[in-house]
């Protein structure tokens, strides 16, 4: 399961560098084309809308994985131990899953079955695509959500064992 989530990581964060460049890239050719050929550019703004939704998408999937710190009790739950933890990071997970499971994966679900048909304006994408990562993210979210709270079981039950 570790070499999934290092490849999974490692591609999310891959993926995250290519968009920011491309990002840079494109903000870069709108304020040209806007300021110095006094031609604004249609495609890119749509093009840096959907590419930043991809990005933070991505990111908060990649903040599951990495730091297990989003959307996370940390100073709390730092002052328990043993099976007070335990509890705390049940409900933490719980309401983190039903989070995932209700908002990213059924409604972003809900969303790419309402963008089938529909196209944007400027670059013509499928808007179900651009909808697309929503339950994309919401997947990413939950496979490292889960493995990270598998990792602190396994870390708090070796603290009551005292090793």
């Known amino acids: ?3 999934i989530r290092t490849i999974l990581e490692r591609t999310v964060l891959t993926l995250i560098t290519v968009f920011l460049a491309l990002l840079v890239i494109m903000a870069t050719w709108q304020v040209i084309a806007r300021y110095l050929l006094n031609s604004p550019s249609q495609f890119t703004d749509e093009a840096l809308r959907y590419t930043m939704i991809w990005s ?6 990649y903040a599951f994985g990495l730091t297990d710190r989003h959307m996370s009790l940390g100073l709390i739950k730092e002052m328990f131990k043993g ?3 335990l509890v705390l990071e049940a409900f933490n997970y719980i309401a983190v899953m039903l989070f995932i499971v209700l908002v990213l994966i059924k409604g972003g679900f809900n969303l790419v079955s309402m963008g089938v048909g529909q196209h944007s304006d400027s670059l013509d994408l499928p ?6 990562i929503i339950p994309i993210a919401g997947f990413l979210s939950l496979f490292f959500k889960t ?11 070796s603290e009551e064992n005292g090793y």
Do not use: T
């Open 127 to 132: 808007m179900n695509l651009v909808y697309s």
């Open 1 to 3: 399961m570790n070499n």
């Open 147 to 157: 493995l990270n709270f598998r990792d602190v079981v396994r870390e708090i039950r």
């Open 56 to 61: 933070v998408y991505l990111g908060a999937s």
């Open 83 to 85: 099976k007070k933890r």
